[in-house]
Nanobody
């Protein structure tokens, strides 16, 4: 499956952005979907995930209550709504798709089979 992330940009602290990730070339509803981010000089870290069937979600602690992950299987798209953005949220954001069993740890990069190209999010103070 191919993934195309979009929606990044420059925003002031306290602002909002919505990232989108469009999937093609596969049956989107068969994949768990995740968002990761990578700041300059740092590892690519988990942000959020949403399971394929139940739609249950998982968040990294620092984004809980500020970010919301959702999916629209009819549009083959996963979203990341980001509110109350902080300068430390600045990073390249990547979407990823996973075919592993539902009991896997979706915060781990190795459980994802396909990755998008990333979209830059910059939050100014």
């Amino acid at each position: 499956v191919q993934l195309q992330a979009s929606g990044g940009g420059l925003v002031q602290a306290g602002g909002s952005l919505r990232l989108s990730c469009a999937a093609s070339g596969g049956t989107f509803s068969n994949y768990h979907m995740g968002w990761f981010r990578q700041a300059p000089g740092k590892e690519r870290d988990f942000v959020a995930a949403i399971k394929r069937s139940s739609g249950s979600t998982l968040y990294e602690d620092s984004v809980k209550s500020r970010f919301t992950v959702s999916r629209d299987n009819a549009k083959n798209t996963v979203y990341l709504q980001m509110n109350s953005l902080k300068p430390e949220d600045t990073a390249v954001y990547y979407c990823a798709a996973s075919r592993v069993v539902s009991g896997a740890n979706f915060s781990k990069r190795y459980n994802y089979n396909f990755w998008g190209q990333g979209t830059q999010v910059t939050v100014s103070s």
